[in-house]
Protein backbone atom coordinates (compact mmCIF):
# COMPACT_ATOMS: atom_id res chain seq x y z
CA UNK A 1 0.00 0.00 0.00
CA UNK A 2 3.30 2.31 0.49
CA UNK A 3 3.38 2.55 -3.34
CA UNK A 4 -0.35 4.27 -3.70
CA UNK A 5 1.39 7.29 -1.70
CA UNK A 6 4.52 7.56 -3.53
CA UNK A 7 2.66 7.90 -6.81
CA UNK A 8 0.59 10.70 -5.72
CA UNK A 9 3.67 11.97 -4.28
CA UNK A 10 4.82 11.82 -8.12
CA UNK A 11 2.04 13.17 -9.43
CA UNK A 12 2.23 16.01 -6.97
CA UNK A 13 6.49 16.27 -7.70
CA UNK A 14 5.40 16.86 -11.19
CA UNK A 15 3.19 19.78 -11.17
CA UNK A 16 5.12 21.24 -8.56
CA UNK A 17 7.93 21.06 -10.83
CA UNK A 18 6.58 23.13 -13.89
CA UNK A 19 5.43 25.55 -11.14
CA UNK A 20 8.83 26.15 -10.68
CA UNK A 21 9.60 26.41 -14.14
CA UNK A 22 7.26 28.42 -15.60
CA UNK A 23 8.24 28.48 -19.59
CA UNK A 24 8.05 24.69 -19.78
CA UNK A 25 4.66 25.13 -18.10
CA UNK A 26 3.32 27.49 -21.01
CA UNK A 27 4.90 25.29 -23.94
CA UNK A 28 2.82 22.40 -22.16
CA UNK A 29 -0.34 24.07 -22.21
CA UNK A 30 -0.87 24.48 -25.88
CA UNK A 31 -1.52 20.42 -26.88
CA UNK A 32 -4.12 21.07 -24.30
CA UNK A 33 -5.87 23.18 -25.03
CA UNK A 34 -5.84 22.28 -28.40
CA UNK A 35 -7.51 19.21 -27.67
CA UNK A 36 -9.76 20.46 -25.69
CA UNK A 37 -11.63 22.60 -28.22
CA UNK A 38 -11.63 19.54 -30.60
CA UNK A 39 -13.05 17.64 -28.24
CA UNK A 40 -15.43 20.33 -27.00
CA UNK A 41 -16.22 20.53 -30.66
CA UNK A 42 -17.45 16.75 -30.55
CA UNK A 43 -19.50 17.01 -27.21
CA UNK A 44 -21.44 19.70 -28.60
CA UNK A 45 -22.46 17.93 -31.79
CA UNK A 46 -23.50 14.60 -29.72
CA UNK A 47 -25.23 16.61 -27.83
CA UNK A 48 -26.78 18.62 -30.76
CA UNK A 49 -27.52 15.46 -33.24
CA UNK A 50 -27.10 12.47 -30.68
CA UNK A 51 -31.20 12.36 -30.51
CA UNK A 52 -31.13 12.33 -34.39
CA UNK A 53 -28.58 9.96 -34.59
CA UNK A 54 -30.78 7.55 -32.47
CA UNK A 55 -33.98 8.21 -33.78
CA UNK A 56 -32.12 7.13 -37.24
CA UNK A 57 -30.72 3.97 -35.79
CA UNK A 58 -33.73 2.88 -34.47
CA UNK A 59 -36.59 2.82 -37.14
CA UNK A 60 -38.25 -0.45 -35.43
CA UNK A 61 -39.10 1.79 -32.66
CA UNK A 62 -41.49 3.93 -35.20
CA UNK A 63 -44.39 2.02 -34.45
CA UNK A 64 -44.38 1.27 -30.85
CA UNK A 65 -47.22 2.86 -28.66
CA UNK A 66 -46.57 5.93 -27.24
CA UNK A 67 -44.69 6.95 -25.05
CA UNK A 68 -42.37 3.77 -24.99
CA UNK A 69 -40.64 5.26 -28.28
CA UNK A 70 -39.72 8.49 -26.90
CA UNK A 71 -38.86 6.86 -23.93
CA UNK A 72 -36.28 4.13 -25.34
CA UNK A 73 -34.31 6.76 -27.36
CA UNK A 74 -34.20 8.85 -24.85
CA UNK A 75 -32.44 6.49 -22.68
CA UNK A 76 -30.18 5.50 -25.54
CA UNK A 77 -29.62 9.34 -26.48
CA UNK A 78 -28.14 9.80 -22.63
CA UNK A 79 -26.13 6.56 -22.80
CA UNK A 80 -24.69 7.53 -26.09
CA UNK A 81 -23.29 10.86 -24.81
CA UNK A 82 -22.27 8.84 -21.54
CA UNK A 83 -20.17 6.72 -23.92
CA UNK A 84 -19.11 9.76 -25.69
CA UNK A 85 -17.72 11.32 -22.20
CA UNK A 86 -16.09 7.97 -21.07
CA UNK A 87 -14.27 8.30 -24.43
CA UNK A 88 -13.22 11.46 -24.15
CA UNK A 89 -11.69 10.33 -20.99
CA UNK A 90 -9.85 7.85 -21.93
CA UNK A 91 -8.79 9.53 -24.95
CA UNK A 92 -8.05 12.69 -24.18
CA UNK A 93 -4.40 12.05 -22.87
CA UNK A 94 -3.49 9.96 -25.74
CA UNK A 95 -4.32 12.45 -28.25
CA UNK A 96 -3.03 15.25 -26.58
CA UNK A 97 0.04 13.17 -26.09
CA UNK A 98 0.54 13.09 -29.65
CA UNK A 99 -0.74 16.62 -30.97
CA UNK A 100 2.17 17.60 -28.23
CA UNK A 101 4.92 15.06 -29.00
CA UNK A 102 7.59 17.92 -29.57
CA UNK A 103 6.20 20.04 -26.47
CA UNK A 104 6.16 16.57 -24.07
CA UNK A 105 9.78 15.38 -25.48
CA UNK A 106 11.11 18.68 -24.77
CA UNK A 107 9.72 18.33 -21.28
CA UNK A 108 10.20 15.10 -20.32
CA UNK A 109 14.09 15.60 -21.50
CA UNK A 110 14.56 18.84 -19.01
CA UNK A 111 13.14 17.02 -16.14
CA UNK A 112 15.36 13.96 -16.80
CA UNK A 113 18.54 15.90 -17.32
CA UNK A 114 17.27 17.95 -13.96
CA UNK A 115 16.69 15.24 -11.34
CA UNK A 116 19.54 13.36 -12.89
CA UNK A 117 23.01 12.89 -10.87
CA UNK A 118 25.16 13.45 -14.20
CA UNK A 119 22.83 16.43 -14.93
CA UNK A 120 21.90 14.11 -18.74
CA UNK A 121 18.67 12.72 -20.45
CA UNK A 122 18.66 10.10 -22.45
CA UNK A 123 18.00 10.35 -25.99
CA UNK A 124 15.88 7.81 -28.33
CA UNK A 125 18.56 8.45 -31.17
CA UNK A 126 15.16 8.39 -33.43
CA UNK A 127 14.07 10.76 -35.94
CA UNK A 128 11.05 13.03 -35.03
CA UNK A 129 8.59 11.28 -37.31
CA UNK A 130 9.95 7.77 -36.43
CA UNK A 131 9.26 8.84 -32.65
CA UNK A 132 5.98 10.35 -33.93
CA UNK A 133 5.07 7.16 -35.81
CA UNK A 134 5.63 4.79 -32.95
CA UNK A 135 3.90 7.00 -29.95
CA UNK A 136 0.58 7.37 -32.58
CA UNK A 137 0.75 3.11 -32.88
CA UNK A 138 0.96 2.85 -29.45
CA UNK A 139 -1.36 5.19 -28.69
CA UNK A 140 -3.71 3.31 -31.07
CA UNK A 141 -2.74 -0.20 -29.43
CA UNK A 142 -3.60 1.45 -25.91
CA UNK A 143 -6.90 2.98 -26.94
CA UNK A 144 -8.19 -0.11 -28.54
CA UNK A 145 -7.58 -2.08 -24.72
CA UNK A 146 -9.16 0.57 -23.05
CA UNK A 147 -11.83 0.83 -25.34
CA UNK A 148 -12.88 -3.00 -24.81
CA UNK A 149 -12.16 -2.44 -21.21
CA UNK A 150 -14.67 0.65 -21.35
CA UNK A 151 -16.96 -1.18 -23.38
CA UNK A 152 -17.11 -4.12 -20.66
CA UNK A 153 -17.66 -1.96 -17.72
CA UNK A 154 -20.09 0.02 -19.27
CA UNK A 155 -22.57 -3.47 -20.00
CA UNK A 156 -21.39 -4.07 -16.21
CA UNK A 157 -22.71 -1.14 -15.10
CA UNK A 158 -26.52 -3.11 -15.52
CA UNK A 159 -26.15 -5.52 -13.11
CA UNK A 160 -28.01 -4.51 -9.67
CA UNK A 161 -26.02 -3.24 -7.04
CA UNK A 162 -22.75 -3.72 -8.44
CA UNK A 163 -23.38 -2.18 -11.12
CA UNK A 164 -23.36 1.33 -9.42
CA UNK A 165 -21.01 0.64 -6.73
CA UNK A 166 -18.09 -1.77 -7.62
CA UNK A 167 -17.97 -1.54 -11.68
CA UNK A 168 -17.40 2.73 -11.32
CA UNK A 169 -14.83 2.16 -9.03
CA UNK A 170 -13.03 -0.59 -11.34
CA UNK A 171 -13.48 1.79 -14.03
CA UNK A 172 -11.82 4.43 -12.04
CA UNK A 173 -8.44 2.34 -11.41
CA UNK A 174 -8.66 1.40 -14.92
CA UNK A 175 -8.57 4.57 -16.27
CA UNK A 176 -5.78 5.47 -13.86
CA UNK A 177 -3.52 2.57 -15.14
CA UNK A 178 -4.13 3.65 -19.09
CA UNK A 179 -3.41 7.34 -18.04
CA UNK A 180 -0.23 6.16 -16.48
CA UNK A 181 0.72 4.14 -19.47
CA UNK A 182 0.21 7.04 -21.35
CA UNK A 183 2.26 9.24 -19.73
CA UNK A 184 5.03 7.76 -18.94
CA UNK A 185 5.61 6.81 -22.33
CA UNK A 186 6.83 9.46 -23.05
CA UNK A 187 9.91 8.85 -20.55
CA UNK A 188 10.09 5.15 -21.57
CA UNK A 189 9.70 5.08 -25.17
CA UNK A 190 13.01 7.61 -25.14
CA UNK A 191 14.79 4.90 -23.49
CA UNK A 192 13.56 2.00 -25.76
CA UNK A 193 11.20 0.42 -23.95
CA UNK A 194 8.37 -0.49 -26.24
CA UNK A 195 4.56 -1.07 -25.43
CA UNK A 196 4.53 -4.76 -24.21
CA UNK A 197 7.73 -4.21 -22.45
CA UNK A 198 6.24 -0.85 -20.64
CA UNK A 199 2.64 -2.98 -19.87
CA UNK A 200 5.08 -5.63 -18.08
CA UNK A 201 6.59 -2.70 -16.19
CA UNK A 202 3.29 -0.79 -15.21
CA UNK A 203 1.87 -4.24 -14.04
CA UNK A 204 4.81 -5.09 -11.73
CA UNK A 205 3.93 -2.45 -9.66
CA UNK A 206 0.03 -1.71 -10.20
CA UNK A 207 -0.42 0.11 -6.44
CA UNK A 208 1.98 2.49 -7.34
CA UNK A 209 0.75 3.24 -11.04
CA UNK A 210 -2.87 3.34 -9.65
CA UNK A 211 -1.64 6.06 -7.01
CA UNK A 212 -0.24 8.46 -10.12
CA UNK A 213 -3.08 7.59 -12.28
CA UNK A 214 -6.03 7.33 -10.26
CA UNK A 215 -6.59 10.45 -8.69
CA UNK A 216 -5.46 12.11 -11.75
CA UNK A 217 -8.52 10.69 -14.10
CA UNK A 218 -10.85 11.94 -11.28
CA UNK A 219 -9.52 15.36 -11.49
CA UNK A 220 -9.62 14.68 -15.80
CA UNK A 221 -13.43 14.92 -15.31
CA UNK A 222 -13.20 18.25 -14.20
CA UNK A 223 -14.06 20.18 -17.13
CA UNK A 224 -10.84 22.22 -18.20
CA UNK A 225 -9.03 20.44 -15.52
CA UNK A 226 -6.91 18.03 -17.55
CA UNK A 227 -5.77 21.01 -19.59
CA UNK A 228 -3.65 22.87 -16.79
CA UNK A 229 -3.11 19.40 -15.52
CA UNK A 230 -1.09 17.79 -18.57
CA UNK A 231 2.20 19.25 -18.10
CA UNK A 232 2.54 18.68 -14.43
CA UNK A 233 1.68 14.73 -15.01
CA UNK A 234 4.27 14.25 -18.02
CA UNK A 235 6.72 15.56 -15.49
CA UNK A 236 5.21 13.53 -12.39
CA UNK A 237 4.93 10.43 -15.27
CA UNK A 238 9.04 10.92 -15.93
CA UNK A 239 9.84 10.79 -12.08
CA UNK A 240 7.44 7.44 -11.78
CA UNK A 241 9.21 6.10 -14.59
CA UNK A 242 12.55 6.77 -13.48
CA UNK A 243 11.53 4.88 -10.60
CA UNK A 244 10.22 1.93 -12.06
CA UNK A 245 13.48 1.39 -13.98
CA UNK A 246 15.52 1.99 -10.64
CA UNK A 247 17.38 5.22 -12.04
CA UNK A 248 18.71 7.48 -9.31
CA UNK A 249 17.09 10.49 -9.04
CA UNK A 250 19.22 13.29 -7.26
CA UNK A 251 17.17 15.02 -3.79
CA UNK A 252 15.74 18.65 -4.76
CA UNK A 253 17.54 21.57 -3.60
CA UNK A 254 15.39 23.31 -1.59
CA UNK A 255 17.70 26.39 -1.40
CA UNK A 256 17.72 26.54 -5.38
CA UNK A 257 15.99 29.17 -7.25
CA UNK A 258 12.87 28.76 -8.96
CA UNK A 259 13.17 30.63 -12.13
CA UNK A 260 16.74 29.24 -12.51
CA UNK A 261 17.45 28.16 -15.96
CA UNK A 262 17.33 24.53 -15.63
CA UNK A 263 19.82 24.22 -18.83
CA UNK A 264 22.18 26.11 -17.24
CA UNK A 265 22.23 24.48 -14.14
CA UNK A 266 22.49 21.08 -16.07
CA UNK A 267 25.64 22.85 -18.23
CA UNK A 268 26.93 24.20 -14.53
CA UNK A 269 26.79 20.51 -13.10
CA UNK A 270 28.39 18.83 -16.39
CA UNK A 271 31.70 20.84 -16.13
CA UNK A 272 31.59 21.04 -12.22
Known amino acids: ?18 GRHGKQYGFGLLPGLIALVL ?11 GEDFVAWATPFADDW ?9 GFLTAVLFALGLL ?19 SLSEKVDA ?3 PDGTAPESGLPFWRELWISARDS ?8 LWGLLLFALGFLPLA ?8 GFFVTGFFLTEELAAVALQRRGVDLRARLTLLRSRKTLVWGFGTPLGLAFLVPFVAVFLMPGAVAGATLLARDLLGEETAQEDPDQDPDQDPDRDR ?6
Not at 43 to 48: D, G, I, P, S, Y
Not at 65 to 73: A, N, T, V, Y
Open 267 to 272: DRRITS
Open 65 to 73: SSPWPGLFR
Open 140 to 147: LRVLVRAG
Open 114 to 116: DVS
Open 163 to 170: GQTVVPVV
Open 1 to 18: MRDLGVGFGYLLKGQRWV
Open 87 to 105: LAVLTFTAVTLLIGQPFYE
Open 39 to 49: YAAALVALALW
